[in-house]
Every structure is written in structure tokens, then in C-alpha cells.
């Protein structure tokens, strides 16, 4: 189970930061993912929006954050193979 786990998350992970994908199929502003719309909507040539761009990555990062922390345990215990009992 634990081995499940982690290949659940691991998933999870990647497919939320694809963000080459999203980029090339997305045009609306709608429809892109966060990381994407942070990028393409705050950045316009050389000026950023830092404020911005910070919150962005925050609201960004936590659906990670918070499956890594409901599941640490399994996903160390899958990552290093070790069983107990």
C-alpha cells in the first residue's frame, strides 16, 4: 500500500506542475492552470508583478503541500521500501 501511495502522489505531483502542456494547448486566460496563468499573465516583458507572482506560487503550491502532509508517512515508508512488522 504504501508503494501505491507514493506512486499516487508522485503522479499527483507531476501532473500538477506540467506546465509545457498547459502552456502550448491553453490560450484563455480562463482555462490555464495556475502555474501557467501566474507566468504568462503576471510577467509582461521585463516587468513583473512580484506581489503578485508571489501570491500566485503560494495559492500554487499548497494542494502539494497539504497531500505531501497528509501522506508523509506512507510516501517516506514507500520512497525507502522498508517494511514494518
Not at 504504501?2 to 482555462?31: C, D, K, M, Q, V
Amino acid at each position: 500500500m504504501p508503494g501505491i501511495l507514493s506512486a499516487g502522489i508522485f503522479a499527483f505531483t507531476l501532473s500538477w506542475n506540467e506546465f509545457i502542456y498547459a502552456l502550448i494547448f491553453l490560450s484563455s486566460p480562463e482555462r490555464k492552470t495556475v502555474p501557467v496563468g501566474v507566468v504568462s499573465e503576471l510577467i509582461r516583458g521585463d516587468i513583473y508583478f512580484w506581489g503578485q507572482l508571489m501570491a500566485g506560487a503560494l495559492l500554487g503550491s499548497i494542494p502539494v503541500a497539504l497531500v505531501y502532509s497528509f501522506f508523509v508517512e506512507y510516501y517516506v515508508t514507500g520512497l525507502t521500501g522498508s517494511v514494518k512488522g
